[in-house]
């Protein structure tokens, strides 16, 4: 069964930036597409950035749009997001995701496999 483990997160001040890791185990995720959502207290986890494949057309979230960029390396089995000119309001607990290819639709899509989250606090 899919496994998912974040890390990467940590405090940065704003302005600052950070590459977030997912490794997975237990399958390859050549046949899975992938998503990172992130999530507030209190809030809804919500889509970030999603895509179906390395060549596949990327998603972003309008806030984070040219200040984050996803990524994947099969290979390594591993899934980036690399995260640019961090404000305050990103600020959350990041996820990553993975659903297969047949039943992908974006970021909305039904993900059934998650990881337990990496902490991203931005501060001065």
């Known amino acids: 069964q899919l496994r998912l483990v974040e890390s990467g997160g940590g405090l940065v001040q704003p302005g600052g930036s950070l590459r977030l890791s997912c490794v997975a185990s237990?399958?390859?995720?050549?046949?899975?597409?992938i998503g990172w959502f992130r999530r507030v207290p209190g809030k809804d986890r919500k889509g970030i950035s999603c895509?179906?494949?390395?060549?596949?057309?990327?998603i972003y979230a309008a806030s984070v749009t040219c200040r984050f960029t996803i990524s994947r390396d099969n290979s390594a089995n591993t899934i980036y997001l690399q995260v640019n000119n961090l404000r305050p309001k990103d600020a959350a607990v990041y996820y990553c995701?993975?659903?297969?290819?047949?039943?992908?639709?974006?970021?909305?899509?039904?993900?059934?496999?998650w990881g337990k989250g990496t902490q991203v606090t931005v501060s001065s």
């Open positions: 995701t993975a659903v297969p290819h047949d039943l992908y639709g974006g970021c909305d899509s039904t993900f059934g496999s």
């Open positions: 237990g399958t390859t995720l050549d046949t899975y597409s």
């Open positions: 895509i179906c494949s390395s060549d596949g057309v990327a």
